[in-house]
């Protein structure tokens, strides 16, 4: 399993794989694969739960699904995202709630924001939480930013973006998650930081990329943003399969005869 000095180590050696999954399955099929971290992603309001966003994930929600991830993926650096005010009333609510991860079996936390939360992430690394960071788009923030749009195209969010990832840098993150930036951003991001940048939406000059996994699965067939590659329609292959099933039930081919237990047999 990496840890969080050999992933730092990685930068500019080779790319990062990150992956979010939610269960106890997911997790077991992306460490098969060799995924380098998974995510467990407050991500999971959205392809989990059919919330509208992320803003109602609360932590037991989390939690259960970081427990299933741990158990599914042992052997694999599993980093819990913290949800929207599990860390920002206080440091004290925050420490908690990292810890809390930590317990069950997470290796690090994410959070979201740039410099209003370094003393928060400070305070974390201090205590010995390793951080992951957040900046770009910060989809807790959607009704401040005003919806799901590419950062950095002007110059206030460049400086802004820019300004985040050395605040969070000083405050000891080992990694900054960049999502939706343009490309020249986070590969400038990229370059001028010690730490690996994981990129979604953030183009080719990352240190690593992260999906949502349904999206790479084609689960979700509805949500199909240009920085998506779908690697598998999921969502077809599970309808067909059903369908089938439905159909076979129905006119009596299902269950076979060697689907059955008679008497005679052992
Ligand atoms: O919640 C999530 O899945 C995330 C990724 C999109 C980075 O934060």
Known sequence: MLDVKRIVSLKGKRKLTMLTAYSYFQARMLEEAGIDMILVGDSL???MLGYENTLPVVMEEMKSAVAAVRRGAPNTFVIADMPFLSYQPSLELAIENAGS???IGA???KLEGGQEVASIVERLVNLGVPVMGHIGLTPQYVNTIGG????G???ASVKRLVQSAKELVRSG???IVLELVIEELAGQITEEEPVPTIGIGSGRFCDGQVLVLHDLLGVNMEFTPKFVKRYARLRET??????????????????????????EEK
């Open 45 to 47: 309001g959205n392809v």
């Open 148 to 151: 799901y749009k590419v950062q």
């Open 107 to 109: 290796n690090a936390v």
């Open 153 to 155: 195209r002007d110059e």
């Open 173 to 175: 993150v080992f990694s």
């Open 101 to 103: 991860f930590l317990k």
């Open 238 to 263: 599970v309808v067909s399969a059903v369908s089938d099933y439905i159909s076979e039930v129905r006119d009596g081919r299902f269950p076979a005869e060697n689907n059955v237990f008679k008497k």
